[in-house]
């Protein structure tokens, strides 16, 4: 069973910045394309970004695109959300997720994924 363990998360100010990370106990993890997806009190959970298996590879919404980055260390099972310029409409439970079809990309939907994590909260005060 594939677990994946967010952190990073916390309390941050309006324009500033966090690094979130998922560690993933998996053997085969540079086949999985990895996904962030967020929910916001009282909204339906949405996709964030995601990134491919090799890293080469990465999608965002608009909402995040030029603010947010996604990368990867497969090295280290590890995948990473550097959030910019952050904004309090950013303040949600922050989850991870991993897609094992080999050679996937641009997933933006839940149903494609096959594993999630716990979640981060992230609260961006004004």
């Known amino acids: 069973q594939v677990q994946l363990v967010e952190s990073g998360g916390g309390l941050v100010q309006a324009g500033g910045s966090l690094r979130l990370s998922c560690a993933a106990s998996?053997?085969?993890?540079?086949?999985?394309?990895m996904g962030w997806f967020r929910q916001a009190p009282g909204k339906e959970r949405e996709f964030v970004g995601a990134?491919?298996?090799?890293?080469?590879?990465?999608d965002y919404a608009d909402s995040v695109k030029g603010r947010f980055t996604i990368s990867r260390d497969n090295a280290k099972n590890t995948v990473y959300l550097q959030m910019n310029s952050l904004k309090p409409e950013d303040t949600a439970v922050y989850y991870c997720?991993?897609?094992?079809?080999?050679?996937?990309?641009?997933?933006?939907?839940?149903?494609?994924?096959?594993?999630w994590g716990q979640g981060t909260q992230v609260t961006v005060s004004s």
């Open positions: 997720a991993g897609d094992r079809t080999i050679g996937a990309v641009d997933r933006r939907l839940e149903r494609e994924y096959d594993y």
């Open positions: 998996v053997r085969t993890f540079r086949n999985y394309a």
């Open positions: 990134i491919s298996g090799t890293g080469g590879r990465t």
